[in-house]
């Protein structure tokens, strides 16, 4: 089964930055897969924060439009979340699956925490 392992989380002060990356072990699929990030805050439901296509293509949550930028990297089954001008509301464990369905079994996530 493919296993995903977030990296990259922390505790930042609001206006910070912070990137975030997901590997995926033994999948030959990743290539071929829409990857998404996304969050679940205490108490919130989990949400999708941005997806990037295989060819690319990028969509974003309003929220974070203009703040954040995901990226890949197929040959190192690897998806990245560039996050900067970070806010308290981004404060969430931050997680990495397929898109839109779930085909991997989520990992542990990464807890972000953005100090006001």
């Known amino acids: 089964q493919v296993q995903l392992v977030e990296s990259g989380g922390g505790l930042v002060q609001a206006g910070g930055s912070l990137r975030l990356s997901c590997a995926a072990s033994?999948?030959?699929?990743?290539?071929?897969?829409?990857m998404g990030w996304y969050r679940q805050a205490p108490g919130k439901q989990r949400e999708l924060v941005a997806s990037?296509?295989?060819?690319?293509?990028?969509n974003y949550a309003d929220s974070v439009k203009g703040r954040f930028a995901i990226s890949r990297d197929n040959a190192k089954n690897t998806v990245y979340l560039q996050m900067n001008s970070l806010k308290p509301e981004d404060t969430a464990v931050y997680y990495c699956?397929?898109?839109?369905?779930?085909?991997?079994?989520w990992g542990q996530g990464t807890q972000v925490t953005v100090s006001s």
């Open positions: 990037i296509s295989k060819d690319g293509s990028t």
């Open positions: 033994r999948s030959t699929i990743f290539s071929l897969a829409t």
């Open positions: 699956n397929t898109h839109p369905s779930f085909l991997f079994y």
